[in-house]
């Protein structure tokens, strides 16, 4: 079946400009991640979707990121202004709870250059 | 202390040998482990999870729980040039408002040379 797909792959971006990553995951999954991975570092945790819940936005590094997902599918990550910290690569990733499974399956991720 | 920690790498072994991952974890209510392979310039991709006490097998693949002492391990037996890649330990939550979230390790790179 289907996996995570995600969009853009590669996004360049001038500094001070918004940018809206798209994330589409495994059909009725019901949790959705995104991470933010700079070159050679390990995952950092952004913000974590499930059902109906409130997100657990505890991971986004500042309030010129946020992400929404609507009729609990599809999910964007929108970072206002820029900068060129914001740099790397943006992996979304789908779970399903049901049953006690939590395996996570990512997506190929969106490569993000701020110039 | 981290919530999820893996032994500093990177990690070397000769083409044939036995590599071993470890990993700990904080959250002694934790049900579900799992270990991810990333191979430079692509996404995580799962390899193993384990529930229950003890060692699991797929493969050249085992992983081994240890809930009491918190621990989880990874072994990778004949080990070949192409399991070079980082490996990601990966513990889900047990409870509160972020339930069924999985949290990872940093990361051990491993390099099997020939």
């Known amino acids: 079946g289907a996996g995570v797909s995600q969009s853009p792959s590669n996004k360049v971006t001038e500094k001070g400009k918004d940018v809206e990553l798209r994330c589409d995951p495994i059909?009725?999954?019901?949790?959705l991640y995104w991470y933010r991975q700079s070159l050679g570092q390990g995952l950092e945790f952004l913000i974590y979707f499930q059902g109906n819940s409130a997100p657990d936005k505890s991971g986004l590094p500042s309030d010129r990121f946020s992400a929404e997902r609507t009729g609990g599918s599809v999910s964007t990550l929108t970072i206002q202004r820029t900068q060129q910290e914001d740099s790397a690569v943006y992996l979304c990733?789908?779970?399903?709870?049901?049953?006690?499974?939590?395996?996570?399956?990512f997506g190929p991720g969106t490569r993000l250059t701020v110039t | 202390q981290k919530e999820v920690e893996q032994n500093s790498g990177p990690l070397s072994v000769p083409e044939g040998a036995i590599a071993s991952l470890n990993c700990t974890y904080s959250d002694r209510g934790s049900q579900s482990f799992f270990w991810y392979r990333q191979y430079s310039g692509k996404s995580p991709e799962l390899i193993m999870f384990?529930?229950?006490?003890g060692d699991k097998e797929d493969g050249r693949f085992t992983a081994q729980l240890n809930k009491a002492s918190q621990y989880v391990s990874l072994l990778i037996r004949d080990s070949q040039p192409s399991d070079s890649a980082t490996y990601l330990c990966a513990v889900v939550n047990a409870g509160g408002t972020s339930y069924g979230k999985l949290t990872f390790g940093q990361g051990t790179i491993l390099t099997v040379h020939p």
């Open positions: 384990i529930y229950s006490n």
């Open positions: 059909s009725g999954h019901t949790a």
């Open positions: 990733a789908s779970s399903s709870i049901l049953g006690g499974s939590y395996e996570q399956y």
